[in-house]
Nanobody, 125 residues
Framework: QVQLVESGGGLVQAGGSLRLSCAAS????????MAWFRQAPGKEREFVGA????????SYADSVKGRFTISRDNAKNMVYLQMKSLEAEDTAVYYC??????????????????WGQGTQVTVSS
């Protein structure tokens, strides 16, 4: 079991930057692949990016590639999402998620076993 708590959301102007954090508690955090998803009002949950359990590889949605960066610190049980050049379309609730599947980085929310409560990111244009 792992519990996830996101933080760092807020209101930012278009073109600005924001860093989200995800604190994990529980045992063996470093065995999980981690990901960030987001959900805007009236839309389905959308994959943002993922990182392997060791933190040596990442994967991103095309819509955020080159603007967002995922990292993790297994010693601190933390995962981060650095967001820059934010756009109004990035407005959503952002969720941190963990999966026991480590053979590949999944973009399917159904493959993730544990979720945080989400943090709101609002980008004003």
């Amino acid at each position: 079991q792992v519990q996830l708590v996101e933080s760092g959301g807020g209101l930012v102007q278009a073109g600005g930057s924001l860093r989200l954090s995800c604190a994990a508690s529980g045992r063996a955090f470093s065995i999980y692949n981690m990901a960030w998803f987001r959900q805007a009002p009236g839309k389905e949950r959308e994959f943002v990016g993922a990182i392997t359990s060791a933190g040596d590889r990442t994967s991103y949605a095309d819509s955020v590639k080159g603007r967002f960066t995922i990292s993790r610190d297994n010693a601190k049980n933390m995962v981060y999402l650095q967001m820059k050049s934010l756009e109004a379309e990035d407005t959503a609730v952002y969720y941190c998620a963990a999966t026991r599947i480590t053979s590949y980085m999944s973009n399917d929310p159904a493959k993730y076993n544990f979720w945080g409560q989400g943090t709101q990111v609002t980008v004003s244009s």
